[in-house]
């Protein structure tokens, strides 16, 4: 569904196989967060354009849960969190703020959004990402180190989220470069096909 998007909530290292492919340690008391702005969002009838001062962007297929009114989890869908990693790494190695590595213009691509309740539950969701063909990311809800349920809650608790506003749940293992002219397809079990196509 289109509505004005304020806020995309992205949830730091949230599944243990990302941690362990770079070689760090998942939060383990509590979630951890960075924004995205909500003006960062493309949707499946735009193409997916690629910063200009960025030589590697690369895709992190998420479950992408969206509050309504009442601040309830009520739509489910599929993002792309876009990494400036060249940007990334040189802001680390500053200590600075990471935003122009993620919040860049069209930083999240997103598909469409189905009532959540079409769904059985959200502890056991298989989900994918294929890229011109080949499978490159497959996850499940049930290996996240907080749960959907947990990650609302701590939101909710800490952070000045706005009606519609986006949570983006963890990466699973596999993220790598995306480049001009990609076409990518992410799907939600048997419920729920996303489609992105690249620039070129």
């Known amino acids: ?27 383990l008391h509590e979630p951890v967060f960075f924004l995205k702005s909500g003006s960062t969002i493309s949707y499946e009838d735009q193409l997916v354009i690629l910063p200009s001062f960025s030589h590697e962007v690369l895709y992190e297929v998420e479950i992408a849960l969206q509050f309504n009114k009442n601040l309830e ?21 500053q200590a600075f703020p990471w935003t122009l590595a993620k919040s860049f213009k069209g930083a999240c691509p997103i598909g469409s959004f189905i009532p959540i309740k079409k769904l059985d539950r959200l502890e056991n969701l298989d989900f994918s990402l294929e890229v011109n063909g080949s499978l490159r990311q497959k996850g499940n809800t049930r290996d996240m180190v907080f749960s959907c349920k ?12 706005c009606p519609y ?9 596999g993220a790598s470069q995306i480049k001009k002219g990609d076409r990518l397809v992410g799907k939600i079990a048997d419920h729920y096909t996303a489609h992105w196509t690249v620039h070129e």
């Open 1 to 27: 569904m289109k509505t004005e998007i304020c806020n995309i909530w992205c949830s730091v290292l949230n599944y243990h196989d990302t941690a362990k492919e770079i070689n760090t340690s998942a939060p």
């Open 73 to 93: 989890a009520g739509w489910i869908g599929l993002a792309l969190d876009l990494t400036a990693r060249d940007l990334q790494k040189k802001l680390k190695m």
């Open 150 to 161: 947990a990650l609302i809650t701590y939101l909710l608790v800490h952070f000045p989220v």
């Open 165 to 173: 506003d986006l949570l983006l749940t963890g990466t699973p293992a």
